[in-house]
């Protein structure tokens, strides 16, 4: 299919372990972006890829990491799960003419 | 449009009417302007974008105003249908297509039958 695809679309993990949350493009679009949202403070960008092997840190990076070795995928890591950090995160690409496409989010649940 | 503590904004319209949804945005630099629209348990879907050389555009039943003297921006939907009720964020870029977006908190759109 054709878009941009994240998975799981629902995780409960505990604290203190080590999730990642996957995205993959069909689009070879040169930006992504992880963002999350919640109550009260709506989307906030954690990290976002230029290109392959590019990336760099948004407005709430801490406790989180990246990599983007091949254009379509951009994994997000929560190195160490806080219940923080409970939230649904979107994975987003940019396109050439119509802004950001995002994908369908997954629901994160820290317990 | 901007939220207030946990709960956003909320705009109640009848079926069939017109709503009107609106932003303030911050960044005086921004020059490209986008809507969103997120239905429930979905990521946020675009629905129009706008130019700062341009004061107005139209789609199919939506409208984006954009007054730079203010900062503000609306989105105007014709004809108000069930399918319509969702939450919508407008967006700004500090340059055409640059790198990031800002994000607004969001307006929440509920359809009265």
């Known amino acids: 299919d054709a878009g941009i695809t994240q998975s799981p679309r629902y995780k409960i993990t505990e604290t203190g372990r080590q999730v990642t949350l996957m995205c993959h493009q069909t689009w070879s679009h040169s930006y992504m972006f992880w963002y999350r949202q919640d109550l009260g403070h709506g989307l906030r960008l954690i990290y976002y890829?230029?290109?392959?092997?590019?990336?760099d840190k948004g407005e709430v990076p801490d406790g989180y990491v990246v990599s983007r070795s091949k254009t379509e995928n951009f994994p997000l890591t929560l190195e160490s799960a806080t219940r923080s950090q409970t939230s649904v995160y979107f994975c987003?690409?940019?396109?050439?003419?119509?802004?950001?496409?995002f994908g369908s989010g997954t629901r994160l649940t820290v317990v | 449009g901007e939220s207030v503590g946990l709960h956003l904004p909320t705009l109640s319209v009848q079926e069939g009417d017109n709503s009107i949804i609106n932003c303030a945005y911050s960044n005086s630099a921004s020059d490209y302007f986008i809507w969103y629209k997120q239905e429930s348990g979905k990521g946020p879907q675009f629905i129009i974008d706008?130019?700062?050389?341009?004061d107005k555009r139209q789609g199919q039943r939506v409208t984006v105003l954009l007054n730079k003297t203010v900062k503000h921006l609306s989105l105007q939907i014709a004809a108000t249908q069930p399918g319509d009720s969702a939450v919508y964020f407008c967006?700004?870029?500090?340059?055409?297509?640059?790198?990031?977006?800002?994000f607004g908190k969001g307006t929440r759109l509920h359809i009265l039958p």
């Open positions: 967006a700004e870029h500090s340059q055409p297509r640059d790198d990031k977006i800002i």
């Open positions: 890829s230029a290109a392959a092997d590019i990336t």
């Open positions: 706008i130019r700062s050389n341009m």
């Open positions: 987003a690409s940019e396109g050439p003419n119509y802004g950001y496409t």
